[in-house]
């Protein structure tokens, strides 16, 4: 059997070229936009949540949300109840670019099973969930 996860990293290296295209646009790059999703589904969140929520570790959080702070998409505030907890709020920027990063979303993964058959569509997507737990 060939290595599946060649055709993972293939695709996901596909992927990030496209989205990094797209997103240049917005001034974002290619891995600032699932911060942004999280930050505008859940405002509020804390960094450890983050890290959690969209798998990687803390220092890229870090990272991510001080390249993001310096963009003005995002604003951090200490808890109230935790002095060690930050909480993390998108700015109304982030919220005015949500939906075009979600349509860039939307259309790569049109791109990637325009040629499916539907059947195969619902297969794919059911794999991967069983792929991912």
């Not at 505030?77 to 002095?83: A, E, L, M």
């Not at 993390?88 to 979600?102: D, F, M, N, S």
Request: aromatic share 6%.
């Amino acid at each position: 059997m060939e290595p599946l996860m060649r055709y993972i990293a293939r695709t996901s290296r596909c992927a990030s070229i496209y989205r990094g295209k797209a997103f240049n646009k917005l001034e974002i790059n290619e891995y600032q936009h699932p911060y942004i999703i999280c930050i505008c589904q859940n405002p509020g969140i804390n960094q450890e949540q983050i890290s959690n929520e969209i798998f990687v570790n803390k220092s890229n959080v870090t990272r991510q949300l001080t390249a993001l702070e310096q963009k003005k998409l995002i604003y951090r505030i200490p808890s109230i109840t935790d002095k060690r907890v930050v909480n993390v709020y998108p700015t109304e920027k982030a919220i005015q670019i949500l939906p075009k990063i979600k349509t860039v979303l939307k259309e790569w993964n049109e791109k990637i099973i325009e040629d499916l058959k539907e059947n195969e569509k619902e297969s794919i997507l059911l794999i991967m969930k069983k792929v991912q737990a």
